[in-house]
């Protein structure tokens, strides 16, 4: 009986294994300025044939830590970034994987929404703070919004099923939250590794050095998971996790040259592919500028086109060095190099003084054909009261303004509430071709209190990225802001605890003295002898 169960175990095993999926991949892509784009994506897939009540009690190559928290608090889709670093649009083009600006950001879908979702919320907030070594506990209520028109669900399977983003899906309520400030270090790394099936032993991840990753002019670690439905009574789950790398290297600091290696890279060179991954490839996208230097290969990649090569790992051995070398002396910084972004965005703070200022945000969309719709969304936190009647658009086409009134086609403000909940604006705008749309809005900035004061007051506070997302959802962030407030002399304090001191000193000394000291008359004939 026992050898019965124990074969009907054995059978079933590679059945339960074939419903998880993982694949890992690793993108370098050579940049107009002479830097490296080094692109790292894990993704796990895993069929669930549960309900949306059942428990999972059985994880492989999916991580129970993240499985759990998408059960306990009913997360359909969940999105967390720790950024450091300024992305170039204007440069670099679109970002592989819309990071956001510098600080943490996070995310979520939430199903049941009548059932107390921000305790849920909070909860949330919580867990993944301890899970990824965090101060995710900081998003309070003063911190998070709900937005209406941006973040919406897209799925993260390009071959998979989307049926959960249907009207027959449960519904969902979004929660969002950012921390400019937060500080990205390999605290956070570390946990983030422990969630892929061979950590950092084998396989691309092996890669994955702190110390290089985070030397770089960019760095974003990113992990996006969802639950989707199978079918429209939710009755089955696939349950699917992205992870990923994104770090923006610079060769030429150290060499004059564009040669990288993974070697000068990362410090390491590849080890045998992950063995639970049923794809595990390094992709080199090739330059294609005519007037570019010619550059080769080494070792052959496995596959090559026109403008890609392809590196096999289950085909190539261990220790594989993959390197392009570039037939130059040096690297020459391009002068004018091309744009690669359609759309450009910039936010920044106008007027002077510690009272009252003003947002100015520019719109760019440099197709000199097509118009461009976008959603612009910003948070902006309860200590800078905005004027709506203020708000004002303003369009240049060909260099000549134009007209207004097509641009804004729909618009959500929510109002802040003082230590409860931030400013919320989100614009729906159509970009005409060959145009620049500018939009401003006043604030008056709140006098804090001095315990509401960070330890560092004087050098403000940081204002979080504005989002601007694009038609095929794909997001452009802004640069983060400062702003100084009305800042107490925190010096005053010592000045009158000093002053205080020293008038009590005196009189308490003179008052002692005449209390206590004892008077004599001295006779002048018995002080002369």
Known sequence: MILQRLLVLCLALPAALAKDHFTEHLQLTPLPDGKLLAHFDFSTRVDAPTNAQAEL??????????GQVIQAYNVRDMHLVFTQGRWLYDTWGLNPVSSSGTGV?????????HHDVDHRWKTLTNVLSGLFCASLNFLDDTLTVEPRLSFQQQPLWENGTDASFTSAAPPAVLRYGVLPQENVCTENLTPWIKLLPCKSKAGIASLLNPHRIYNANYHA?????QSVCKDAACTERVLLLKQTVTSVLDPVRDSSRRDWSLESLFGRSLSAACPVAAASNVHVDLPTEENDASFHLDPAPTKKNASLAIYELQKAHAGTNVAMLW????????????????ILANRYFTGYGQERGGLRVTLQNLDPVRAAKVTYFDSIPWFLKLYLHTFQVQALQHGQPIATDAIL????????VDRARPNMLEYQLELPADSVVTM???????????TEHRPDANRGFDIGSAVITLEDQSRIYTDTLLVSLPTPDFSMPYNVITLTCTVIALFFGSLFNLLIRNFTVVDEKDKKE
Do not use: C
């Open 105 to 113: 950001e996070l995310w979520a879908w939430m199903e049941n929404p």
């Open 221 to 225: 670690m990113a992990i996006h998971t």
């Open 57 to 66: 009690l059985d994880y492989d190559l999916f991580p129970k830590a993240i």
């Open 327 to 342: 037939d130059e002396t040096h690297f020459q910084y391009p002068l004018h190099s091309p744009r690669r972004g359609h």
């Open 409 to 416: 086609q729909d618009m959500y403000y929510q109002p802040a």
């Open 440 to 450: 401003t809005i006043d604030f008056d900035k709140v006098f804090l209190k001095y």
